[in-house]
């Protein structure tokens, strides 16, 4: 199965490289491994699973500040001409905030939103690439998370752009509906309109461990901040979200309790 129109890869922009690499090498359990310097001779950090790269950590740049970003997560999306693709995505009513470039031996890339405001990256990686692991295999991300200002429109546009697909949807009561898509290989995310008190939509990334519970507790002895959870949700897998020590949300997704 190609990664072509599908989230592959994940970083997180953070204040501390250093105290963020151990936190989740010890929260999920990943290896670390320094790729080289980005800007301000600051280190990238490649967090594998297993022997294959998931994602990366680097310092949060200045500008992002500046414009009122903090730490954060965000994911890259496969693309066959990332030029081509951040064209359709401003056509499309979304905005483009970095223009494609080079990232030299990587790839090309931009940084864009959807039309509703939610970052995600684009990239046309060089040489072809690991297919996609299993879902829920350990150490990757195993459910993708949008919530949106309405997430109608949100799904209509992933779908022209991306060619996801509905699958099926939960009846959350009081919080609406909560709609499962694909990516191309079964039930991969969710979207949903996200709370009043939420600024600006955003997506969620869930880390797969094994133990829900114990995994709570090492967020917690590593100076993160359980903000929901655990609980199970409808397909039985457990889950929470929380904050790491430098305030960047994430979530966790877990087979077992």
Request: net charge negative; hydrophobic share 40%.
């Amino acid at each position: 199965m190609s990664a072509s129109n599908r989230f592959f890869w994940y970083e997180l922009m953070t204040t501390d490289v250093e105290a963020a690499k151990s936190f989740y090498t010890g929260v999920v359990g990943w290896t670390a491994t320094v790729w080289g310097e980005v800007a301000e001779g600051s280190p990238y950090i490649i967090m594998n699973a297993g022997d294959r790269g998931i994602g990366g950590i680097m310092r949060l740049p200045e500008a992002v500040k500046q414009m009122g970003g903090g730490p954060a997560w965000v994911g890259y999306i496969h693309v066959a001409d990332a030029d081509a693709k951040a064209a359709e995505i401003k056509a499309a009513g979304g905005q483009v905030y970095r223009e494609p470039s080079d990232i030299p031996g990587v790839g090309r890339f931009s940084v864009v939103t959807d039309p509703q405001g939610a970052v995600f990256m684009l990239l046309t990686p060089q040489g072809q690439g690991l297919p996609p692991a299993p879902r829920m295999t350990t150490g990757h991300v195993g459910w993708h998370e949008l919530c949106a200002a309405d997430w109608h429109g949100a799904l209509a546009f992933y779908a022209s752009q991306f060619r996801w697909t509905a699958t099926t949807s939960v009846d959350m009561r009081d919080m609406g509906t909560y709609q499962i898509f694909s990516m191309g290989n079964g039930d991969e995310g969710g979207m949903m309109n996200k709370m009043p008190d939420m600024p600006t939509p955003f997506w969620t990334f869930y880390f797969v461990v094994e133990g829900i519970e114990a995994a709570s507790e090492r967020v917690k002895q590593g100076g993160g901040n359980v903000v929901f959870g655990p609980m199970q949700v409808p397909d039985a897998s457990w889950i929470l979200h929380a904050r790491d020590p430098q305030g960047a949300p994430f979530a966790l997704v877990s087979p077992t309790q």
